[in-house]
Structures are given as structure tokens and as C-alpha cells.
């Protein structure tokens, strides 16, 4: 007889929010073989994963055994002093723990520990059946699920997500007997709402996948968005044109769905003067459709809806899709036209009547703060300070525009078009989009290097102000997106290679602003921006203790700190490094108990011990070795010729004693230490790899 089953839970719902439903169907799944592995019960989940449509969250295990192992419990009792009085009869404690444990006293065994001996019960009792656990698990799991707002329904005292209308529970043929949300478990489900109307019968969980797929319901998510994917490509090929698959829209879509079906469309063409990125957008994020892009990857009259249904007429379907779309774009159209009516200089002159913030001004005030710090980055990277200027001048205007005020996603990309309509030169039109890269975790730096100077303006601005009006973020709470900020400029001047000084541009920043909070410093807000960097790194797989050691000695040129960030990798692969981290390490500690001042030059006269003279000498020899690798900045060179200095390091360590009573003899020999030290410390504190 097996002593395995497969297991199938299956709770059907009104349809479940669309962007919580991965979720919720993850907090599922994990909650049921929570609750299993708590009750000790053993399952295989060999290819399982959680199972889920708008409709249902369910969970299919292969293989569930069907009870608890054996129960052992071990209780102690009372120590034999305590239990027993001095006739060996039984006290209270003892008696009233037999009670408890209700047994006779004289069946209790002993056991001993580090107090001496003590009684103790121990019993052996059956594992309970699966089935009769299954409903406390199921309830357990449910109660854990993130639902901040349950629903309720009917006059009920309990919530959901959403209303429950059935519920499976089989483990192998059987049903199991449960009862949830007022609904008796059965093995009865439900198709499709609008193509199978009949309930769907599972004799086995291994029915499940199959049988709702006859009902026209996918409810694996990953087949139903390869489903999606492959149906959206064909369609868009069959267009002669390349399907525009957001990840996020295809999640949405594939909570959306139970049968996706693509339905192909179209616009008119004269919608296409209007900034595409307008038009991609209300297809998205407003009706969850996949625009078509032509061969060069401009956006054509086609785009595609997925439909949760194989109507038949189909015509319909594209109907309504395109009918719902035609007043969005209708209205992206006439903003568009009334704003190139408007002008730029137009909108420009609006922003002194925009509050920025309390107390760092309007809109405008911002502008000219910017374009102050742009001309004077421009000016140090070789871009032209009266174009860098120009562009930022014009950088804002579009927060004044129709089209921005509708489509907020298009700040900076509105400003592009208006900045071409007007025959701005196109480097300052792009530079006016770009100022706004990278607009998200994993968004590419802006590429061109105006650009790229407008983006280190901006965020020079925001974080100097943020921290000059007391805005610094605590917590969670970041109203001005310092942290993106702060990242986006550190990624920007170390992708785009401007070895320009972070300090330098921050206390420029600091000084146009007009709040000014005292407690705040320009070393307040570079430190800042290194705390971002310690995770961009860090995603890179960049180890703790190397940004460590670079930080401590690195503080303003980016690329400069990357440069030395890679060479720290590689010295620490080499076979010295280890040996060599734990003596500047040591040395760096001796140097701190030395009271006064260490003696700047070393006397090879003083030295007394081979070891130290032999040490002095490839001292000198690697300082001279690597003055001009350092100039040049070459630091893995550098770091690979002081980490030839091991041997001397170790044999002077072995032979050589530091602090001896000859005074001149001790400080000459702390002199060859800070000397060494101050070397291997030129790239980075080496002394943080060493544990």
C-alpha cells in the first residue's frame, strides 16, 4: 500500500487583484508546505510551484505522505530531591506531574543532567493523518497571506481577497474533509467562465493542469505568458512589424487572463504625429496592450489585444479595442497641437509660478540653479558651458505643457519634441530628454555627454537642496528620491568616465542654495552617495571588505575609485595578499599606541638587524617602483610590485622587536613602518581584508 499521495488545493474566487496575484499566489503555495514541514509531514515538490488564474490560487504537490511520523515527546519533571520525600514516598510536585502527564508515578523514568537526577515522561503516540491536519494547515496558510483590505460578502464575519465560491481538496482520490470560508471541500472546479460553463470533475490531482486546460483555462502562468509572448509575435509579425512586450504589461496581462487570445489592431495614422512615447503609454498602462514597432523601431498604426476569450466574431473584439484608445489619443493629439502653440519660452515663464519646495523656490529658481552647475561641469568634462547652459534653461519647460500634465511618464521626453518642433539644435533636444537617465533601477546612463552633464546637474541640485531644506531621508520615507538621486549621479559620473571631484561639485551645489541648514556639509552628502555605491557594487558581487578598503582612502573621482576598486580584486586573488592585509594591519595598530608624533624619515644608519636593513631596502626599491605606476594610475601594476615585499615584511615581523628601549632604534623602526604602511595603503586599506 503507498504511503504517498498527491495533494490539490484549489481556491476558486471572484477575480483576485491583478498586481497582488503572483504574490498572493506565492504566500499560497508557501503556506500550505509551511504548514506541512511544521507538522513534520513529508512531501516531494519535485517541479511544483504555485498555480494561479484571475480566478483560483492552487497548489499540486506530486507526492504528500499520508500521516505525521510517530509523535516522541520528552516532559521533565521534578529532581528526585524534590519529587521523593526522605522515604522515598511521593511529594505533591511529583504526584501532581503524573497527574498532568496522567500516569502513575512509579512509570515516570529518570534522567540526569549537570543538577543530578530528575524524572521524566516520555511517551510514543501515532502521527496524525494528513487529512485530518490538511484543514488547520490550510486555514494557517491562509491567515498568513498578505491581505492588507479583506473583502467581505453576505452578511459573513470573515474576508478575502475575494469573495470564495468553491474549493478543492484531494489527496489522492480522496476528498479531503474540510471546510472553509463557508464552502465544503469537494473535488468539483470550474472552467472557463465564458467557454466552459460546466463544473470540472478531478478524480486525482494529477488530473488537474490537463483537465482545466480542456475547460479552456491555463492555470499555470508560465504557459499561459509563453502563450501570450508566441501569439503577440506572430501577430505582430503577421502585421510586418515587431511586437513592444513590456515585462510589467505581460505580468498584468497574464493575471488578466485564463485563455489568451491575441486580437490584432489598429489606429489611424494621423495619431502618429504625436510623440510616440505618448501613445505607447496610454496603450500600456491604460488599456494593457502591446504596440506594434516597424522596422526601425518606430511605432506603426498596429498594436495588439490580448483577449480572455476565442469569440466568435472576432471583429468585435478589435471593435472595442480600438474604439477605447481612439479618445486617449484623440486627447493626446489636441495637447500636443495647443502646447507647440504654447512655445517653449511660454511654458518657461510659467515655472516662477510652480513651487518647488518651501524652501528652495519655484520651479524656475531650480532652472537657474541648474544651468549655474551645468555650464560649470560642462566647462570641466569639455562640452561647451553656453550649450550645456541652454539646455538646461530649456530642460523644465515642458512641466508647463498639456501633454506632461497628462502623461507625467513624459517629462523630459515631451520637452525633446518641442525642443525639435522649434529647431533647437537636436544635441541640446536629446540632452533635454536624457537629463532624466537613468530613469529607473537598470536604466542606461544618458548617452551623450551632454546629457550626461544635464543628469549630474539635476542631481546635484536635488540632493543639495534636499539636504540643505532638511529633507534627508529617514526610514522609508524619501519625498524627494534622494537614495535614486544620489545613485543616479554616482552611475552617471562613473559610467560616463568624468573623473571630476564629488566633494567640489557638491559644495558648489551647497552654495546656491537658498536654505541652508546648518548641521548639513558637503561631507554629509558625498558620504551619502558612497552608501548608495556600497549596493550598486555589491550587485556586482563586489565583496564588503574591498569597498571598505578602497572608501577609506578614495573620496572624490568616480572612475579614479572604480579603477582602484578592480585592482583591490585582483591583489586580494594573489597568494600575499592575505599575509600582507594582516601586517598593514598590524603595523596601522602599533602606529596608533606610539604617542606623539612618528618619525617621517628612516636612518639606515640605526638599523641593527638584517631583517630591518634588507627591509628598508625593498621599501625603497618599491616606492621607487611605483611612484610613476601611481601617477599614472596604473594600480593593479602597483599592487602587484608591493605585494613582492612579503618576504621582507615577514622576516622583519619574525626577527625584528619594534619597541625596544633605545629610543632612536625604536623610532627609526616605527619611521620603516609608517613608511611601508603609507605604501601599501597608496590604492587601498588593505588592511579591511584581513579578517
Given at each position: 500500500?503507498?504511503t504517498t499521495s498527491p495533494l490539490l488545493i484549489e481556491l476558486g474566487t471572484e477575480e483576485l487583484p491583478v498586481k497582488a496575484l503572483p504574490a498572493l499566489a506565492q504566500a499560497f503555495f508557501d503556506g500550505i508546505l509551511d504548514g506541512l514541514a511544521k507538522r513534520g509531514v513529508a512531501f516531494d515538490r519535485d517541479g511544483a510551484k504555485p498555480l494561479y488564474t484571475p480566478r483560483r490560487l492552487a497548489v499540486r504537490l506530486p507526492a504528500v505522505a499520508l500521516e505525521q511520523p510517530e509523535q516522541k515527546s520528552e516532559v521533565l519533571g521534578p529532581y528526585l530531591n524534590i519529587a521523593l520525600d526522605a522515604d522515598g514516598?511521593?511529594?505533591?510536585?511529583?504526584?501532581?506531574?503524573?497527574?498532568?502527564?496522567?500516569?502513575?508515578?512509579?512509570?515516570?523514568?529518570?534522567?540526569?543532567?549537570?543538577?543530578?537526577?530528575?524524572?521524566?515522561?516520555?511517551?510514543?503516540?501515532?502521527?496524525?493523518?494528513?487529512?485530518?491536519?490538511?484543514?488547520?494547515?490550510?486555514?494557517?496558510?491562509?491567515?498568513?497571506?498578505?491581505?492588507?483590505?479583506?473583502?467581505?460578502?453576505?452578511?459573513?464575519?470573515?474576508?478575502?481577497?475575494?469573495?470564495?465560491?468553491?474549493?478543492?481538496?484531494?489527496?489522492?482520490?480522496?476528498?479531503?474533509?474540510?471546510?472553509?470560508?463557508?464552502?465544503?471541500?469537494?473535488?468539483?472546479?470550474?472552467?472557463?467562465?465564458f467557454m466552459h460553463d460546466k463544473p470540472v470533475w478531478f478524480s486525482t490531482p494529477d488530473d488537474y493542469v490537463e483537465s482545466l486546460r480542456g475547460a479552456k483555462v491555463l492555470v499555470d502562468p508560465d504557459e499561459r505568458r509563453e502563450r501570450i509572448v508566441l501569439e503577440v509575435t506572430d501577430t505582430a509579425r503577421a502585421a510586418g512589424g515587431?511586437?513592444?512586450?513590456?515585462?510589467?504589461?505581460?505580468?498584468?496581462?497574464?493575471?488578466?487572463?485564463?485563455?489568451?487570445?491575441?486580437?490584432?489592431?489598429?489606429?489611424?495614422?494621423?495619431?502618429?504625429?504625436?510623440?510616440?512615447?505618448?501613445?505607447?503609454?496610454?496603450?500600456?498602462?491604460?488599456?494593457?496592450?502591446?504596440?506594434?514597432?516597424?522596422?526601425?523601431?518606430?511605432?506603426?498604426?498596429?498594436?495588439?489585444?490580448?483577449?480572455?476569450?476565442?469569440?466568435?466574431?472576432?471583429?468585435?473584439?478589435?471593435?472595442?479595442?480600438?474604439?477605447?484608445?481612439?479618445?486617449?489619443?484623440?486627447?493626446?493629439?489636441?495637447?500636443?497641437?495647443?502646447?507647440?502653440?504654447?512655445?517653449?519660452?511660454?511654458?518657461?515663464?510659467?515655472?516662477?509660478?510652480?513651487?518647488?519646495?518651501?524652501?528652495?523656490?519655484?520651479?524656475?529658481?531650480?532652472?537657474?540653479?541648474?544651468?549655474?552647475?551645468?555650464?560649470?561641469?560642462?566647462?570641466?568634462?569639455?562640452?561647451?558651458?553656453?550649450?550645456?547652459?541652454?539646455?538646461?534653461?530649456?530642460?523644465?519647460?515642458?512641466?508647463?505643457?498639456?501633454?506632461?500634465?497628462?502623461?507625467?511618464?513624459?517629462?523630459?521626453?515631451?520637452?525633446?519634441?518641442?525642443?525639435?518642433?522649434?529647431?533647437?539644435?537636436?544635441?541640446?533636444?536629446?540632452?533635454?530628454?536624457?537629463?532624466?537617465?537613468?530613469?529607473?533601477?537598470?536604466?542606461?546612463?544618458?548617452?551623450?555627454?551632454?546629457?550626461?552633464?544635464?543628469?549630474?546637474?539635476?542631481?546635484?541640485?536635488?540632493?543639495?537642496?534636499?539636504?540643505?531644506?532638511?529633507?534627508?531621508?529617514?526610514?522609508?520615507?524619501?519625498?524627494?528620491?534622494?537614495?535614486?538621486?544620489?545613485?543616479?549621479?554616482?552611475?552617471?559620473?562613473?559610467?560616463?568616465?568624468?573623473?571630476?571631484?564629488?566633494?567640489?561639485?557638491?559644495?558648489?551645489?551647497?552654495?546656491?542654495?537658498?536654505?541652508?541648514?546648518?548641521?548639513?556639509?558637503?561631507?554629509?552628502?558625498?558620504?551619502?552617495?558612497?552608501?548608495?555605491?556600497?549596493?550598486?557594487?555589491?550587485?556586482?558581487?563586489?565583496?564588503?571588505?574591498?569597498?571598505?578598503?578602497?572608501?577609506?582612502?578614495?573620496?572624490?573621482?568616480?572612475?579614479?575609485?572604480?579603477?582602484?576598486?578592480?585592482?583591490?580584486?585582483?591583489?586580494?586573488?594573489?597568494?600575499?595578499?592575505?599575509?600582507?592585509?594582516?601586517?598593514?594591519?598590524?603595523?596601522?595598530?602599533?602606529?596608533?599606541?606610539?604617542?606623539?608624533?612618528?618619525?617621517?624619515?628612516?636612518?639606515?644608519?640605526?638599523?641593527?638587524?638584517?631583517?630591518?636593513?634588507?627591509?628598508?631596502?625593498?621599501?625603497?626599491?618599491?616606492?621607487?617602483?611605483?611612484?610613476?605606476?601611481?601617477?599614472?594610475?596604473?594600480?593593479?601594476?602597483?599592487?602587484?610590485?608591493?605585494?613582492?615585499?612579503?618576504?621582507?615584511?615577514?622576516?622583519?615581523?619574525?626577527?625584528?622587536?619594534?619597541?625596544?628601549?633605545?629610543?632612536?632604534?625604536?623610532?627609526?623602526?616605527?619611521?620603516?613602518?609608517?613608511?611601508?604602511?603609507?605604501?601599501?595603503?597608496?590604492?587601498?586599506?588593505?588592511?579591511?581584508?584581513?579578517?
Amino acid at each position: 500500500m503507498s504511503t504517498t499521495s498527491p495533494l490539490l488545493i484549489e481556491l476558486g474566487t471572484e477575480e483576485l487583484p491583478v498586481k497582488a496575484l503572483p504574490a498572493l499566489a506565492q504566500a499560497f503555495f508557501d503556506g500550505i508546505l509551511d504548514g506541512l514541514a511544521k507538522r513534520g509531514v513529508a512531501f516531494d515538490r519535485d517541479g511544483a510551484k504555485p498555480l494561479y488564474t484571475p480566478r483560483r490560487l492552487a497548489v499540486r504537490l506530486p507526492a504528500v505522505a499520508l500521516e505525521q511520523p510517530e509523535q516522541k515527546s520528552e516532559v521533565l519533571g521534578p529532581y528526585l530531591n524534590i519529587a521523593l520525600d526522605a522515604d522515598g514516598h511521593p511529594t505533591k510536585a511529583l504526584q501532581g506531574f503524573a497527574a498532568k502527564a496522567g500516569i502513575d508515578w512509579t512509570t515516570l523514568e529518570k534522567t540526569t543532567d549537570n543538577k543530578g537526577e530528575r524524572f521524566v515522561h516520555r511517551s510514543v503516540k501515532p502521527g496524525a493523518s494528513t487529512a485530518a491536519l490538511l484543514p488547520d494547515i490550510l486555514r494557517d496558510a491562509i491567515s498568513a497571506m498578505p491581505i492588507p483590505k479583506p473583502m467581505r460578502w453576505g452578511d459573513h464575519d470573515y474576508g478575502f481577497a475575494r469573495p470564495v465560491h468553491w474549493l478543492v481538496m484531494l489527496l489522492g482520490k480522496d476528498v479531503v474533509d474540510a471546510e472553509l470560508f463557508g464552502t465544503r471541500a469537494d473535488r468539483m472546479s470550474r472552467g472557463h467562465r465564458f467557454m466552459h460553463d460546466k463544473p470540472v470533475w478531478f478524480s486525482t490531482p494529477d488530473d488537474y493542469v490537463e483537465s482545466l486546460r480542456g475547460a479552456k483555462v491555463l492555470v499555470d502562468p508560465d504557459e499561459r505568458r509563453e502563450r501570450i509572448v508566441l501569439e503577440v509575435t506572430d501577430t505582430a509579425r503577421a502585421a510586418g512589424g515587431v511586437a513592444r512586450i513590456d515585462d510589467g504589461i505581460l505580468e498584468e496581462v497574464n493575471g488578466l487572463t485564463e485563455w489568451p487570445k491575441a486580437v490584432a489592431c489598429s489606429f489611424e495614422r494621423e495619431f502618429l504625429a504625436v510623440p510616440q512615447e505618448a501613445l505607447i503609454a496610454t496603450m500600456e498602462a491604460n488599456q494593457k496592450f502591446f504596440p506594434v514597432l516597424d522596422a526601425e523601431g518606430k511605432l506603426s498604426e498596429h498594436f495588439i489585444g490580448i483577449a480572455n476569450i476565442e469569440s466568435k466574431d472576432e471583429s468585435e473584439v478589435r471593435k472595442g479595442y480600438e474604439r477605447v484608445i481612439r479618445p486617449r489619443f484623440a486627447d493626446a493629439k489636441f495637447f500636443f497641437v495647443e502646447d507647440m502653440k504654447q512655445g517653449l519660452a511660454s511654458m518657461n515663464d510659467g515655472l516662477a509660478t510652480v513651487k518647488y519646495q518651501d524652501k528652495l523656490g519655484s520651479i524656475a529658481d531650480k532652472v537657474a540653479r541648474v544651468a549655474a552647475l551645468a555650464e560649470a561641469v560642462a566647462a570641466q568634462v569639455g562640452v561647451d558651458p553656453a550649450t550645456a547652459r541652454r539646455a538646461a534653461e530649456l530642460s523644465k519647460a515642458d512641466l508647463q505643457s498639456r501633454l506632461v500634465g497628462e502623461f507625467p511618464e513624459l517629462q523630459g521626453i515631451a520637452g525633446r519634441y518641442y525642443a525639435a518642433v522649434e529647431n533647437e539644435p537636436l544635441d541640446i533636444a536629446h540632452a533635454i530628454d536624457e537629463a532624466y537617465m537613468p530613469r529607473f533601477a537598470g536604466d542606461a546612463i544618458a548617452p551623450s555627454k551632454l546629457g550626461q552633464v544635464l543628469a549630474i546637474a539635476e542631481r546635484l541640485d536635488t540632493l543639495a537642496g534636499g539636504f540643505a531644506a532638511g529633507l534627508k531621508p529617514t526610514g522609508n520615507k524619501d519625498p524627494f528620491a534622494l537614495r535614486r538621486n544620489a545613485l543616479g549621479l554616482a552611475r552617471t559620473l562613473l559610467e560616463g568616465g568624468h573623473d571630476l571631484l564629488l566633494h567640489g561639485l557638491i559644495e558648489r551645489a551647497l552654495e546656491l542654495q537658498p536654505a541652508k541648514h546648518a548641521e548639513i556639509g558637503s561631507y554629509d552628502i558625498t558620504q551619502f552617495v558612497y552608501d548608495r555605491l556600497r549596493g550598486y557594487y555589491a550587485d556586482r558581487g563586489v565583496a564588503s571588505m574591498q569597498f571598505d578598503a578602497v572608501e577609506n582612502v578614495a573620496h572624490d573621482s568616480l572612475p579614479d575609485f572604480d579603477r582602484r576598486l578592480n585592482a583591490i580584486a585582483e591583489f586580494a586573488k594573489l597568494p600575499e595578499a592575505a599575509a600582507l592585509a594582516a601586517a598593514n594591519k598590524r603595523i596601522r595598530n602599533i602606529l596608533k599606541k606610539v604617542e606623539g608624533d612618528v618619525p617621517s624619515n628612516v636612518d639606515a644608519a640605526l638599523f641593527a638587524e638584517n631583517a630591518e636593513r634588507e627591509l628598508g631596502e625593498a621599501v625603497d626599491g618599491a616606492i621607487a617602483d611605483t611612484d610613476p605606476l601611481l601617477e599614472s594610475r596604473d594600480y593593479v601594476t602597483a599592487l602587484g610590485r608591493l605585494a613582492r615585499l612579503r618576504p621582507q615584511v615577514d622576516a622583519f615581523f619574525d626577527g625584528v622587536m619594534v619597541n625596544v628601549d633605545d629610543a632612536a632604534v625604536r623610532n627609526n623602526r616605527l619611521a620603516l613602518l609608517k613608511r611601508l604602511s603609507d605604501r601599501l595603503g597608496s590604492v587601498a586599506a588593505i588592511e579591511h581584508l584581513s579578517i
